[in-house]
Nanobody
Framework: QVQLVESGGGLVQPGGSLRLSCAASGFTFSMYVMNWYRQAPGKERELVASIFSTADSTNYADSVKGRFTISRDNAKNAVYLQMNSLKPEDTAVYYC????????WGQGTQVTVSS
């Protein structure tokens, strides 16, 4: 069955860094657009970053441009989100998602940015 398993979340101080990972299985990973979303308490889920199947095109929300980097390794069926210069407003549950004709979701990993 399809599985997306996120890891790498945690507590970090403002200005710090985290690297999220998402391990995928149960579908043809290389064909899917991979996304990272986040949802903060009381807010709607928002798209943070996307990477296309060949990894030659990426998109970012304005709020994270220049600070976050999405990447993928099709040989390992994995997608990553490198998050630098973290701010308290980056605190949220981060979700990995795969989309082509259907959309799959992971269970999420908590990122908390606080001093």
């Amino acid at each position: 069955q399809v599985q997306l398993v996120e890891s790498g979340g945690g507590l970090v101080q403002p200005g710090g860094s985290l690297r999220l990972s998402c391990a995928a299985s149960g579908f043809t990973f290389s064909m899917y657009v991979m996304n990272w979303y986040r949802q903060a308490p009381g807010k709607e889920r928002e798209l943070v970053a996307s990477i296309f199947s060949t990894a030659d095109s990426t998109n970012y929300a304005d709020s994270v441009k220049g600070r976050f980097t999405i990447s993928r390794d099709n040989a390992k069926n994995a997608v990553y989100l490198q998050m630098n210069s973290l701010k308290p407003e980056d605190t949220a549950v981060y979700y990995c998602s795969a989309i082509m004709f259907v959309q799959y979701w992971g269970q999420g990993t908590q990122v908390t940015v606080s001093s």
